[in-house]
Nanobody, 129 residues
């Protein structure tokens, strides 16, 4: 079964940046809609950003607007999540998720509901004060 594979997590000081990446475990599969979610210990999972195809639609949670940028590199089918001006409260496990979507509105709905078919194992981002 295909699975998103995340990379790029690590430790950073407040104000710093991290770039997370996500690729399908099989090059034979492409997710039309890719989302990033995060979950901190003791907290509910939170949507961060999502992208439909090569950027025909991009979606962000309000708290990350201006600090997160999602993009897709079609040559490698890699979805990147650039995180800037990180804060200690951004510390969490970040998960990449993928699903099919026939239209950007379906991707937006998946982003808002968290209804993605495939989920990665996560990559930890830790922001120190």
């Amino acid at each position: 079964q295909v699975q998103p594979v995340e990379s790029g997590g690590g430790s950073v000081q407040a104000g710093g940046s991290r770039r997370l990446s996500c690729v399908p475990s099989s090059s034979l599969y492409r997710f039309a809609c890719v989302g990033w979610f995060r979950q901190a210990p003791g907290k509910k999972r939170e949507a961060v950003a999502a992208i439909y195809q090569s950027g025909f639609g991009t979606y962000y949670v309000d708290s990350m607007k201006g600090r997160a940028t999602i993009s897709r590199d079609d040559s490698t089918d890699t979805v990147h999540l650039q995180l800037d001006n990180l804060k200690p409260e951004d510390t969490a496990m970040y998960y990449c998720a993928g699903t099919g979507a026939g239209h950007s509105t379906a991707c937006e709905t998946a982003f808002k509901t968290g209804n993605f078919r495939f989920w990665g194992q996560g990559t930890q981002v830790t922001v120190s004060p």
